[in-house]
């Protein structure tokens, strides 16, 4: 029985043979379509990473930017105008001399930011 095995087996073989190169061609084309498509795949993550740095880098400079001008806004406030300087200093300067001839205080009972508009906090630029 043993010998009708491998003679079946023998029968077998020359066709397996046969399978055999249009098997490792059909299996090496498709590594190759396999290769191909991680290639397109690497490449539109390397193009999305690109992208997102890019993104990155620009929206950082926006913020710079908007940093930068709030900057200047802030200092724009804390230092007042030479025009504003001036109403404060002539405002101040008029209100201390009425004061001190009056000997009442503020003249008409208001403080000089309330005839100016500006507070009182800016009045430390005008000595």
């Known amino acids: 029985m043993e010998w009708l095995i491998a003679k079946a087996f023998a029968a077998l073989l020359a066709p397996l043979d046969a399978l055999g190169k249009p098997m490792h061609g059909m299996s090496l084309g498709a590594a190759h379509r396999v290769a191909e498509r991680v290639d397109q795949r690497t490449q ?4 999305q990473n690109q992208l997102g740095l890019s993104l990155t880098v620009f929206l950082s400079v926006l913020t710079l930017a908007f940093a930068a001008i709030a900057l200047r806004q802030v200092r724009q406030l804390r230092e007042p105008c030479s025009v504003h300087r001036t109403v404060i200093r002539k405002s101040c300067c008029s209100t201390s001399a009425m004061s001190r001839a009056s000997g009442t ?3 008409s009972g208001a403080p000089p930011e309330a005839s100016t508009g500006l507070s009182s906090a800016r009045c430390r630029w005008a000595a």
Not at 44 to 47: D, G, L, Y
């Open 44 to 47: 539109a993550v390397r193009s």
């Open 105 to 107: 205080g503020f003249p």
